[in-house]
C-alpha cells in the first residue's frame, strides 16, 4: 500500500480569515517569531500502487473533489 498526500492551501491573492486568527492568537500566547500564518487542508489517500496513472487519477480527484481551483492551490505527493 502507497500513501498519496494533498496539500490544498488558498491561493495567495485570496484573503485567509482562519489564518490572520491564527496568527493574531499568537503574540497574546507568547509566541512572537511567526510573522504570517495560512491555513489549509491535508488529504491522506491510500492506494495499491502509486504509479503514473494513479498519480494522474489524484490530481483529478484534487482537482474536482478536494479543492476549489479559483481559490485554492494543491499540490499531490508520495509519502515514503
Not at 18 to 42: I, Y
Not at 51 to 57: G, I, K, M
Amino acid at each position: 500500500m502507497a500513501r498519496i498526500i494533498v496539500d490544498v492551501m488558498p491561493k495567495p491573492e485570496i484573503l485567509d480569515p482562519q489564518g490572520k486568527a491564527v496568527h493574531g492568537a499568537l503574540p497574546r500566547l507568547g509566541f512572537e517569531s511567526v510573522s504570517d500564518v495560512r491555513q489549509g487542508k491535508r488529504f491522506e489517500l491510500q492506494v495499491a500502487l502509486a504509479d503514473e496513472s494513479t498519480l494522474a487519477e489524484v490530481h483529478q480527484i484534487a482537482e474536482t473533489l478536494l479543492s476549489n481551483p479559483v481559490i485554492e492551490d494543491f499540490t499531490v505527493r508520495v509519502e515514503a
